[in-house]
């Protein structure tokens, strides 16, 4: 899957960013979601920025993952605009600059974009092995009644699989959303 994503040219990468803008920003939860978390496109993976700029466009307010400098392997969410300056984490893939004051603890974000390698029907995510996202939301598993954030995996439509191994630490996705449309769950 990661192969296939690299080999996608700029043209198909863009186009499909578009046309996953396009599908998401008129979806109820996104209409009604605040407070968005998403993250910028690392080896291929589709790319946000679209979906961003409407967002702003929209009033909301966007955030990205920071890798946690103080709990191993979990997330914290910076704001982002397009002037926040950028470094690289340990991976290389850029993150707003570290503001401990300005950090929104996950639960307080209204949606959750993920990146992933690979999804099933089930709302399973492959990610890229770090668990980062698992540990960070793994609060969810335990919560019966409020549940905040909601989960949507960004994807290309090819990155389905018919099932994938599930974990008990794994967090499902509520939904994916591709350049084809929301294709699991109800996102309203």
């Known amino acids: 899957m990661r192969r296939q994503r690299r080999a996608l040219t700029r043209q198909q990468r863009a186009q499909a960013a578009q046309q ?21 496109p690392n080896d291929g993976e589709l790319d946000l920025h679209p979906l961003m700029a409407r967002a702003w466009q929209m009033g909301k307010r966007c955030y990205l993952p920071v890798l946690s ?17 950028l470094q690289a984490n ?19 974000l209204d949606l959750v974009l993920t990146p992933l390698v690979a999804f099933d029907a089930q709302g399973n995510r492959l990610g890229m ?19 905040k954030p909601r989960l949507i ?27 084809r449309g929301l294709i699991y769950g109800d996102a309203n």
């Open 20 to 40: 996953l803008a396009q599908r998401l920003a008129s979806q109820p939860l996104f209409l009604r979601s605040q407070h968005i978390a998403l993250y910028l």
């Open 69 to 85: 400098p103080l709990y191993h392997n979990r997330l914290w969410f910076a704001p982002y605009t397009p002037d926040t300056p």
């Open 90 to 108: 340990r991976f290389g893939i850029p993150e707003p600059r570290l503001n401990w004051r300005r950090m929104r603890p996950v639960w307080s």
């Open 129 to 147: 092995g770090g668990g980062y996202y698992d540990r960070t939301l793994a609060y969810l598993q335990r919560r019966e009644h409020w549940r």
């Open 153 to 179: 995996g960004a994807a290309y439509g090819f990155q389905q699989v018919e099932r994938l191994p599930v974990a008990s630490w794994d967090v499902p996705l509520e939904g994916i959303v591709t350049e």
